[in-house]
């Protein structure tokens, strides 16, 4: 069982930036490739990015590349979310994901979620 919590969540003008962690409970995290997704009300969830076990994959949905960053540290079980250049459309609920093995931009494959954390952009 692997548990998540997202932090850094918040308010933020267009054109700023935030930097959300996510922490996982367990002592098998880098069994664990894992993945950002956002669900803007009204909309289906989106995939953000995703990094594989050892973080030497990465990977990013085409409306966020270029501004936003993924990585992790074993060390300390958490992975990151770094956005640049926010935008007001990227305000939605994000979510971190872990499932075991390769990473997916499905989300249908990740087997563990956390709870979200809101990021709202103004204009």
């Known amino acids: 069982q692997v548990q998540l919590v997202e932090s850094g969540g918040g308010l933020v003008q267009a054109g700023g930036s935030l930097s959300l962690p996510c922490t996982a409970s367990?002592?098998?995290?880098?069994?664990?490739?894992m993945g950002w997704f956002r669900q803007a009300p009204g909309k289906e969830r989106e995939f953000v990015a995703s990094?594989?076990?050892?973080?030497?994959?990465?990977s990013y949905g085409d409306s966020v590349k270029g501004r936003f960053t993924i990585s992790r540290d074993n060390a300390k079980n958490t992975v990151y979310l770094q956005m640049n250049s926010l935008k007001p459309e990227d305000t939605a609920v994000y979510y971190c994901?872990?499932?075991?093995?390769?990473?997916?931009?499905?989300?249908?494959?990740?087997?563990?979620w956390g709870q979200g954390t809101q990021v709202t952009v103004s204009s």
């Open positions: 994901a872990a499932r075991r093995g390769l990473t997916s931009t499905d989300s249908t494959r990740y087997e563990y």
């Open positions: 990094i594989s076990t050892g973080g030497g994959n990465r």
């Open positions: 367990g002592r098998t995290f880098n069994n664990y490739a």
